[in-house]
T-cell receptor
């Protein structure tokens, strides 16, 4: 089944404790991206990747890192999480870019205390 | 900067009625427009993708129209069912900026049995 998977689905952590949210897709998609969704603000892009070893900032990259060492995986790293990063995070992929149909993962609900 | 607006933020309709959801965007220079569905606590599912050269797309009970010159799109859902209850998001891909979609904040729909 074609899908985007994220882990963990739920995470409660404390300020400053490094964490990684994994994202994997099995559709051989070149384009992957991370969004955060907050009440009243909608979906905002954090980072995106056009292909392996090619990443770039989205609208709200501060406090986040990403890497794309393999085509299927695009982890989101929070090296020193803060409470304002409490949010619902989505990973998405598409065949070749934002112009194609986007496939979203199920989301990761992160709470930073 | 592209701004996407969806009004109303929430609406309720009785089962069987046709649903009409509106999306407006500020810059008509777009590549495409996508409609997504989001169920509570879940990821986004792409419903329809309309290229800038198209006027409408149809899938089953769903029909989406695009009027690029006026910056508007409408999603029609015929003969609504309780299972259509969800949040519907509109997203626009524009040929500038960091290769990303601009999302509206969504229409939260409740279909009353």
């Amino acid at each position: 089944e074609a899908q985007v998977t994220q882990n963990p689905r739920y995470l409660i952590t404390v300020t400053g404790k490094k964490l990684t949210v994994t994202c994997s897709q099995n559709m051989n998609h070149e384009y992957m991206s991370w969004y955060r969704q907050d009440p009243g603000l909608g979906l905002r892009q954090i980072y995106y990747s056009m292909n392996v070893e090619v990443t770039d900032k989205g609208d709200v990259p501060e406090g986040y890192k990403v890497s794309r060492k393999e085509k299927r995986n695009f982890p989101l790293i929070l090296e020193s999480p803060s409470p304002n990063q409490t949010s619902l995070y989505f990973c998405a992929s598409s065949s070749s870019g934002s112009a194609d149909t986007q496939y979203f993962g199920p989301g990761t609900r992160l709470t930073v205390l | 900067k592209q701004e996407v607006t969806q009004i109303p933020a929430a609406l309720s309709v009785p089962e069987g009625e046709n649903l009409v959801l509106n999306c407006s965007f500020t810059d008509s220079a777009i590549y495409n427009l996508q409609w997504f569905r989001q169920d509570p606590g879940k990821g986004l599912t792409s419903l329809l993708l309309i290229q800038s050269s198209q006027r409408e797309q149809t899938s089953g009970r769903l029909n989406a129209s695009l009027d690029k010159s006026s910056g508007r799109s409408t999603l029609y859902i015929a003969a609504s069912q309780p299972g259509d209850s969800a949040t519907y998001l509109c997203a626009v891909f524009s040929p500038y900026g960091n290769n990303r979609l601009a999302f509206g904040k969504g229409n939260q729909v409740v279909v009353i049995p």
